[in-house]
């Protein structure tokens, strides 16, 4: 779509401020007419600590259950003495174009110690449980009619609902549901009509838990496994007592905790005493009206819900009719899956948020640097949740004291690094294969994520804070370039789990991958501005810029598209999911000129509009950011394929789902499937739909930002509107439009930044 300028402010200024608090009109629900017959149409509810997916079965209903510290596994020192020592050795054989030897080298020395993530000290994610309640008792038969379960975005509470005869009489019985923010517990509301109301409740868990029943309580409780037999796994406890009972209603509580925070600080305890007086804390400081338990629950995610509000078109491209609102509802549902995985976290959001229903989660449930909790991050700031960055925050926090030791070790320099495998213990080591772990700019990307909650809310005591972690990612990429044809190269890395041709033969290892360059341009961008914000390391600064200036240019190959290593060596996967020498498009801004728009069109078009969940998501931003709204929404529509076809014998994993097709798109309860589910994609698809209607990415040389309001709307969204969203520098934009031209523009810029504002045509 082509854009013109609407107006430029020359001085910094506020436009139309004041914008008025968005008020959301419609209910976004998702709804069911059936109980779920597996996990993946279960539906989500939480509060970042908690999780809870609830089947709505009849006679039996199981409550899956999430508690995000459940880790097993633990802090261990997977350094290999002898690696650095080969590093000379591996860059050699690079200089001299021999990649496969580098290659084998590195597989034979440059590998972290103890199988990395196949190790069980590196551990993973775990469901705490099933919370099971038993009906049974009610039902003398088990027809039933009327049958709705429903989960409400704009509330985050589920309900389940339906009619069923008793004694031949037709009766009712109604279910909610909801993970309390404030109160930190799960609550479930059970209710009849014409019916007594009859039930039995108990926890479940496949291993490595006892139960305890006393009266009208139950309690599970269990230990991890550490992986070392020296050290205590986590503890874990759950506890459900009822705080209300009738002959037609009863209000059940359940609680849990873990002492995930102790083993981090080497606080080990061998009983569960600590754990039961947080668990009944959370229990008995609980309101006891369950009205009030509601209410301050709504109020309190409202807070961040109601902040954004977005209306799209309902049809499709060739008359086509998609669910009311799909684009709206799917957008919010990223920010919903966000906040009820942030909110009170202690840690960011995993591959599958904080939802998870086996023992053995899919790839252990962990936080992938090469993209994945990235991408679990692009709705936050547009998105106007900012103030949920304190997990990811801490999260990074944390992994710097153990990339540093990685960068001593591995490379013999200073900074600090992470590859592609991390985990709740801070694991930042190369991993056990360098075909798809060799990646070592996974601390430099994450951190520039910080970067970005810095460029959205100018938080300078913020800034302030990640400031050392900025300088340390990009001390350690500038340590460890190195000279090869006239230029500044990373090496040894790879293009994220991508491979090429190399004397026939595949091949993953290289030097200066072109992702590597774009991620040394941007952190090196972002510490010069950072430090020139604080007024530090003026030296520092102009050392970061003369190195950038020596840093390989991008190149185009003769077919047109971008080179995505610094050789043009031939793809042995041309539609690849991973598309990584495109971050300078997005999230990055270095591809930044009309010939490498171009290129990087060339590049999506080599790759194909299919791939994994995320990858389909991922490729909706890209497209946004060429201003190609048509081609955005065709990858969003891709995202939504349907890849349930049965059940089946249970993977390596514990899934039991058959997918159509390559397995990826949506699950019915809408979440994304990689397969198996990952919540990136819901992420990246969410943010991809917020780059189409708002972008503020470009900044002039004069220091004035770009805002550039629906720069990449399809032809089926003729008329719509979103209230709330951001834009960097602390604005926010209000906008609607009908026939595909704005009608209404509020931008709300309290920090009176020197914007221009450009508008579709």
Known sequence: MNIKKLLTIIFSVAVFAGCSKPEIKETLNITFYSPAQMWEETLPLGNGRVGAMPDGGITKE???????????????????????????????????????????????????????????????????????MDFSEMFSDTSFSCYERRLCLNTSVASTSFSFNYEGKPAKFYREYFVSIPQNIIVIKLKTEDAPLKFAFNFTRPERAEFIKHGGEMVMRGSLFSGDETKEGVKFLAKAQVMKRTENEAVILVAASTDYKKILKNEVHTDFAHIRRNVECLLNESPKNYD??????????????????????????????????????????????????????????????????????????????????????????????????????????????????????????????????????????????????????????????????????????????????????????????????????????????????????????????????????????????????????????ALLKE?????????????????????????????????????????????????????????????????????????????????????????????????????????????????????????KNMFCSHPPFQIDGNFGGSAGLMEMLLQSHEVKADGTRIIKVLPAIPDCWQSGHFKGLKARGGITVDCSWKDGKITDLKVDNPLNEKIEIVEPQ
């Not at 290659?103 to 020395?109: A, D, I, T």
């Not at 020596?550 to 996967?573: A, C, R, T, V």
């Not at 009309?594 to 299919?610: I, M, S, V």
């Not at 190609?628 to 049965?646: C, E």
């Open 292 to 541: 009030l338990l509601k209410n301050e629950h709504i109020k309190e995610f409202q807070k961040y819900f109601n902040r954004v509000d977005v209306e799209m078109g309902k049809t499709g491209e060739n008359g086509e009719i998609l669910p009311v609102d799909s684009a709206a509802l799917y957008l919010q549902f990223g920010r919903y899956l966000l906040i009820t995985s942030s909110v009170n976290a202690t840690l960011p959001p995993n591959l599958q948020g904080i939802w998870a229903d086996a023992i053995h989660t899919a790839w252990n449930c962990d936080y992938h640097l090469n993209i994945n909790v990235q991408m679990n991050h692009w709705p936050m700031e547009v998105g106007n949740l900012s103030d949920l960055s304190e997990p990811i925050t801490r999260y990074v926090e944390g992994l710097v004291p153990s990339g540093e030791k990685t960068a001593r070790d591995f490379y013999g320099t200073g900074g600090w690094t992470g590859h592609v495998l991390a985990n709740a213990w801070h694991f930042t080591s190369p991993s056990e294969d360098p075909r798809w772990g060799a990646t070592f700019t996974g601390g430099a990307w994450i951190s520039l994520q910080l970067w970005e909650h810095y460029l959205f809310t100018k938080d300078t005591t913020y800034l302030n804070r990640v400031y050392p972690i900025l300088k340390g990612a990009a001390e350690f990429l500038r340590a460890n370039l190195f000279e090869k044809d006239g230029f500044l190269v990373t090496g040894p890395s790879s293009s994220p789990e991508n491979a090429f041709l190399k004397d026939g033969k595949r091949c993953c290892v290289c030097a200066g991958p072109v992702m590597d360059t774009q991620i040394c341009m941007e952190i090196f961008s972002a510490v010069e501005k950072a430090a020139e914000v604080l007024g530090v390391d003026a030296d520092y600064s």
């Open 62 to 132: 199981t409550i899956v259950l999430n508690e995000e510290t459940m880790w097993s596994g633990s802090e261990w020192d997977a350094s290999n003495p002898e690696a650095k020592q080969w590093l000379p050795e591996i860059r050699k054989k690079l200089l001299e174009g021999d990649n496969l030897t580098a290659e084998r080298l590195m597989q034979e020395h440059f590998t972290c110690l103890g199988g990395g993530s196949e190790n069980p000290k590196y551990g993973c994610y775990q469901t705490l449980g099933n919370f099971v």
């Open 547 to 667: 190195t950038a200036a020596k840093l390989p240019p991008m190149k185009i190959s003769p077919k047109g598209y971008l080179q995505e290593w610094l050789e043009d060596y031939e793809e042995i996967e041309p539609t690849h999911r991973h598309v990584s020498h495109l971050f300078g498009l997005y999230p990055g801004t270095t591809i930044n000129t009309p010939e490498l728009f171009e290129a990087a069109k060339k590049t999506l078009e080599r790759r194909g509009d299919e791939g994994t969940g995320w990858s389909r998501a991922w490729k909706i931003n890209f497209w946004a950011r060429l201003c190609d709204g048509n081609h955005a929404y065709k990858l969003f529509k891709n995202l939504l394929t349907p890849v349930i076809t049965s059940r089946k014998q249970p993977d390596k994993w514990g899934n039991t789902v058959s997918y159509s097709g390559s397995g990826a798109g949506t699950f």
